[in-house]
């Protein structure tokens, strides 16, 4: 079962930075938080993943908290393309559950 | 070339009969996986094969048989097909089995049993 929880629904400007909240307070101490989005009508896409740092690729920033029981996905200039459903999940194992997500919708 | 690809994209078929569905990945990974995503969009993890064998095995109807003729393949054949099977089946891949692992995933065989 998935160990997160996010909000169902975000809408964000063209151009805005989308900040995307997760929480999983049951986390333990070697488990890793993994973002992944899902453009409509196709397969899940990865996008980032943390330990205990924040983290920053060319895709997005993560921010994790420090009793790391929450963290926030950052598009940082969200695009009409970056509209899809946004999960958090905390793996067990290589068992990656995929709860609902939030569908984020930029609008121009 | 697509890292991940899964055969075919759309397949519509009566109930009752069985049909295949074929995965391949040329990522060179280890790991293999069969999810199934349904009307409601839950994405639900089905099997896992790691270097040809089953690790993970959800609960699935046993009309649902995974074949891994090697690590490159992961086919799933289903058999007497119900109108509840009808939905979206990724393939994905991993390099291989820790929980720092990222997915690989294919862009879904979408099923609709009549």
């Known amino acids: 079962d998935a160990k997160t929880t996010q909000p169902p629904s975000m809408d964000c400007a063209e151009g805005r930075a989308a900040n995307l909240p997760c929480n999983h307070s049951t986390i333990s101490g070697n488990e890793y938080v993994y973002w992944y989005r899902q453009i409509h009508s196709q397969g899940p896409q990865y996008i980032i993943h943390g330990l205990k740092n924040n983290e920053t690729n060319e895709m997005a920033s993560l921010i994790i908290t420090e009793d790391r029981k929450s963290s926030t996905l950052i598009l940082p200039h969200a695009t009409l393309r970056d509209t899809a459903v946004y999960y958090c999940i905390v793996p067990t194992g290589n068992q990656f559950y995929f709860g609902t997500g939030t569908s984020l919708t930029v609008i121009p | 070339d697509t890292a991940v690809s899964q055969t075919p994209k759309y397949l519509v078929t009566q109930m009752g009969n069985d049909k295949s569905i074929k995965c391949e990945q040329n990522l060179g990974h280890d790991t293999m996986y069969w999810y199934k995503q349904d009307s409601k969009k839950f994405l639900k993890i089905m099997f896992s094969?790691?270097?040809?064998?089953?690790?993970i095995n959800e609960t699935v109807p046993n009309r649902f048989s995974p074949k891994s003729p090697d690590k490159a393949h992961l086919n799933l054949h289903i058999n007497s097909l119900e109108l509840g099977d009808s939905a979206v089946y990724f393939c994905?891949?991993?390099?291989?089995?820790?929980?720092?692992?990222?997915?690989?995933f294919g862009s879904g065989t979408q099923l609709s049993v009549l």
């Open positions: 994905a891949s991993s390099r291989g089995t820790g929980a720092y692992e990222k997915l690989f």
């Open positions: 094969y790691n270097n040809k064998e089953l690790i």
